[in-house]
């Protein structure tokens, strides 16, 4: 079993930097993709940022050249640091990661971008 729990979230400007991490706990385990997603009030859950075990990353196009997700294999973590950040961003963001086949979802950390 794998706990996630998300945390960073938070009241930002317009413009401003948010820094999401998510920590994974559980037995002895290596995660393969760790992935953050975020829902947005009457929208559908989409993929923001997603980053394999060896590093590799994807994002959602409109976060390119402002979000960056990181991983720590060691500390079982990864990140996603926010900068340039719009109300378009708002939303509750979610940390997924797969391991063993299984996915496991955390609970959520609410971001909103507004002045």
């Known amino acids: 079993q794998v706990q996630l729990v998300e945390s960073g979230g938070g009241l930002v400007q317009p413009g401003g930097s948010l820094r999401l991490s998510c920590a994974a706990s559980?037995?002895?385990?290596?995660?393969?993709?760790m992935s953050w997603y975020r829902q947005a009030p009457g929208k559908q859950r989409e993929l923001v940022a997603a980053?394999?075990?060896?590093?590799?990353?994807n994002y959602l196009n409109s976060v390119k050249g402002r979000f960056t997700c990181s991983r720590d294999n060691a500390k079982k973590a990864v990140y996603l640091q926010m900068n340039s950040l719009k109300p378009e961003d708002t939303g509750v963001y979610y940390c997924?990661?797969?391991?063993?086949?299984?996915?496991?979802w955390g609970q959520g950390t609410q971001v909103t971008v507004s002045s």
């Open positions: 997924k990661a797969v391991t063993n086949l299984l996915i496991y």
């Open positions: 559980g037995s002895a385990f290596r995660i393969d993709t």
């Open positions: 980053i394999t075990n060896d590093g590799n990353t």
